[in-house]
C-alpha cells in the first residue's frame, strides 16, 4: 500500500498520509524503532548568537536571522508546529536556524509515549533539517533505556543543545544530569553543547572544563532584567 500527502485514497490501495511519513522521507533510520537519523550537514558548526523561543518570536515582526529558535517551554506553546509543521518552513527560514523540540518526557510515563516524544522531536527536526533550515540537535531521552538508540540519530562530533532550566536545583536533579552528560559526551564526543540555563555547583566542574559548553540565559531571565533596567 502506498501513501500520498495531499488526501483522498487514490488507486491501487493510496491511502492518505494522516501521519506525516513526509517528514522523514529520504532519512536513514536507526535500528529498532526506525528514528529518523539527523544528518551531520544539517548542524551548523557555529554556535547561536542568540536563542529566542518559538512562542516569544513566532508574532515577532523584525529581523531573526541571527536568532535560533527553541521550543524550551511548554508543550503546548508550539503544539501547533506538530500539527502542521509545513506550514512554518517560511517562517523558520527568516532565522538562523531551530534547536530540535523539547517535548516533554517524564521517566513515569508509558513507554510508547516516551518513544513518542524522541520520535517526534528527531522526525521534525529532520523534516526542517531537510528543507535547507539549520538544526542543532536537542538532546533530550527518557529512561536510560532509551537513550542508546536515540542517540543512534544524533551524528557524533558535532553541536548538540540541552535545556536545563528550571530542570537542575536539587542535588538529586544535578546528578541525573551529571550521569546524562557523561554519556552523551562520551558516546557522541560532541564539538559544542548548547545550553540553555546552567549547570551551576562543583558537580560539573570537571564536565564544563573538559567539553565546550555555551551558555545562554532563558529568555524570561533575559526579559527581567531588561525590566529592571528600565525602572526609573
Same mark, same amino acid.
Given at each position: 500500500?502506498?501513501?500520498?500527502? @495531499?488526501?483522498?485514497?487514490?488507486?491501487?490501495?493510496?491511502? *492518505?498520509?494522516?501521519?506525516?511519513? &513526509? $517528514?522523514?522521507?529520504? #532519512?536513514?533510520?536507526?535500528?529498532?524503532?526506525?528514528?529518523?537519523?539527523?544528518?551531520?550537514?544539517?548542524?551548523?558548526?557555529?554556535?547561536?548568537?542568540?536563542?529566542?523561543?518559538?512562542?516569544?518570536?513566532?508574532?515577532?515582526?523584525?529581523?531573526?536571522?541571527?536568532?535560533?529558535?527553541?521550543?524550551?517551554?511548554? @508543550?503546548?506553546?508550539?503544539?501547533?508546529?506538530?500539527?502542521? *509543521?509545513?506550514?512554518?518552513?517560511? &517562517? $523558520?527560514?527568516?532565522? #538562523?536556524?531551530?534547536?530540535?523540540?523539547?517535548?516533554?518526557?517524564?521517566?513515569?510515563?508509558?513507554?510508547?509515549?516516551?518513544?513518542?516524544?524522541?520520535?517526534?522531536?528527531?522526525?521534525?527536526?529532520?523534516?526542517?533539517?531537510?528543507?535547507?533550515?539549520?538544526?542543532?540537535?536537542?538532546?533530550?531521552?527518557?529512561? @536510560?533505556?532509551?537513550?542508546?538508540?536515540?542517540?543512534?540519530?544524533?551524528?557524533?562530533?558535532?553541536?548538540?543543545?540541552?535545556?536545563?532550566?528550571?530542570?537542575?536545583?536539587?542535588?538529586?536533579?544535578?546528578?541525573?544530569?551529571?550521569?546524562?552528560?557523561?554519556?552523551?559526551?562520551?558516546?557522541?564526543?560532541?564539538?559544542?553543547?548548547?545550553?540553555?540555563?546552567?549547570?551551576?555547583?562543583?558537580?560539573?566542574?570537571?564536565?564544563?572544563?573538559?567539553?565546550?559548553?555555551?551558555?545562554?540565559?532563558?529568555?524570561?531571565?533575559?526579559?527581567?532584567?531588561?525590566?529592571?533596567?528600565?525602572?526609573?
Amino acid at each position: 500500500m502506498k501513501i500520498i500527502s @495531499d488526501g483522498g485514497v487514490g488507486p491501487n490501495g493510496v491511502v *492518505p498520509d494522516s501521519f506525516q511519513a &513526509f $517528514l522523514t522521507e529520504g #532519512a536513514e533510520l536507526t535500528s529498532k524503532e526506525q528514528y529518523p537519523k539527523l544528518r551531520s550537514d544539517m548542524i551548523p558548526s557555529s554556535p547561536p548568537k542568540k536563542i529566542l523561543p518559538f512562542n516569544k518570536a513566532i508574532n515577532y515582526q523584525g529581523d531573526l536571522s541571527d536568532t535560533y529558535i527553541c521550543t524550551y517551554s511548554p @508543550d503546548a506553546s508550539f503544539e501547533r508546529i506538530r500539527r502542521n *509543521p509545513r506550514k512554518y518552513v517560511n &517562517f $523558520l527560514k527568516r532565522t #538562523a536556524g531551530i534547536i530540535g523540540f523539547d517535548y516533554s518526557i517524564h521517566t513515569d510515563m508509558p513507554l510508547i509515549k516516551q518513544k513518542q516524544q524522541i520520535n517526534d522531536n528527531l522526525s521534525l527536526s529532520y523534516f526542517f533539517g531537510n528543507q535547507g533550515i539549520n538544526v542543532i540537535p536537542n538532546v533530550r531521552c527518557g529512561i @536510560d533505556e532509551l537513550l542508546p538508540e536515540f542517540l543512534e540519530a544524533i551524528p557524533k562530533h558535532c553541536m548538540i543543545a540541552i535545556g536545563t532550566h528550571g530542570f537542575c536545583k536539587e542535588i538529586s536533579e544535578k546528578c541525573e544530569w551529571r550521569c546524562f552528560l557523561e554519556k552523551i559526551i562520551t558516546e557522541l564526543d560532541p564539538t559544542t553543547i548548547v545550553t540553555y540555563g546552567s549547570l551551576n555547583g562543583k558537580i560539573f566542574d570537571d564536565i564544563k572544563n573538559n567539553s565546550s559548553f555555551v551558555f545562554y540565559e532563558p529568555w524570561i531571565t533575559t526579559n527581567r532584567k531588561g525590566d529592571k533596567n528600565n525602572v526609573n
